[in-house]
C-alpha cells in the first residue's frame, strides 16, 4: 500500500508541474518531430534545448518508445519534469544524467536500468522502481538528491556505486531477493542513520557502507552471517548491529563480523 501511494503521489506531482507549465506557457511542452530522432521504437537523440517537461506517454510517436538510448537527455538542465511511455523497457546508460528532474515514475514494464542513468541529478529527491525490475547498473543514483528509496525484490545484485554520494537518503527498503550489496553501494550516504538488510543477504562487498558517518544501527536477518568485504563500515560509529538471536554466536566467530564483536546483538 505505501508504495501504491508513494507511486500515485509521484505522478500526481508530475504531472501537476506539467499542467500548469502547459497553462502558464503553452510551449514549453509542446513537442515537435524536430525535437527528436528515432530508430525503430529507440529514442536515439533529444534535440530541443529548452523545453523542460516532456509527456513521453501523450506523444503519438513518444509513446511507443521501448528503449532509450545512451545520453539521450545527459545535461539538458533544463529538464525538470518526465512522463514515460507506459511500454518503455529499458533506460540507456546516462540516459538522464546531469538533468533537473524532480521526481520519476520508472513504468512496471521497465526491466534494465543502465549504468549512471540519474548520475548527478542534483534536484531528483523522489524515484519510484516498478516491481519487475531485472537489471541496475552501477551508479545509477550516484550523486543525487535521493531521500527515499525502495528496492524491489527482483533485483538480486545491488551494483557497485549505485547510491554513492546520496547525501540526503535517509530511508532504504531493501527487500528480500536481494542476495548482493556491491562496492561502495551506499557509500557516502552521509544522511542514512540505519539500514535493514533482508534474510536472503549473502555477500557485502568493500565499502559498501563506507563514509556513511550517521549511521548507527544495522539490522541483519540473514541466518547465516554474509560475506563481509573490506572496509564494509569504513569511517562511522556504529553503535548497534542486530542479527537473528539464533545467530549470535556465528556472527561474533566470523571473518569480517569479529572485529564488530562488542555491538554485535540480538535482535
Known sequence: ??????????LFSIMTIINCRKDSNPAVSSIQPSDYEIEGTTLKKWKNTTISTID????????KITVIDEDVFSGKENITAVVLPNGLETIGRAAFSQTSLENIVIPDGVKTISEY??????????????KGLNSLGKG?????????????????VIPESTFQGCKNLKSVTISEGITTLTGGAFKNCT???????????????????AGCT???????????PPNLGAGVFYNQ?????FV?????DNYKQREGWSMYISIIKSK
Open 191 to 209: 544522511g542514512l542513520t540505519q539500514i535493514t538488510l533482508p534474510k536472503t543477504t549473502t555477500d557485502i562487498h568493500n565499502e559498501a557502507f
Open 1 to 10: 500500500m505505501n508504495n501504491i501511494l508513494k507511486t500515485m503521489v509521484a
Open 244 to 248: 537473528p538471536k539464533e545467530s549470535v
Open 237 to 241: 560509529g556504529i553503535k548497534n548491529i
Open 117 to 130: 542513468a540519474f548520475r548527478e541529478c542534483l534536484k531528483l529527491t523522489s524515484v519510484v522502481l516498478p
Open 214 to 224: 550517521k549511521l548507527e544501527t544495522v539490522t541483519v536477518e540473514a541466518i547465516n
Open 140 to 156: 545509477v543514483f550516484v550523486a543525487s538528491n535521493l531521500q527515499s528509496i525502495s528496492i524491489p525484490n527482483s533485483i538480486n
Open 56 to 63: 513521453m506517454q501523450s506523444d503519438p510517436v513518444l509513446r
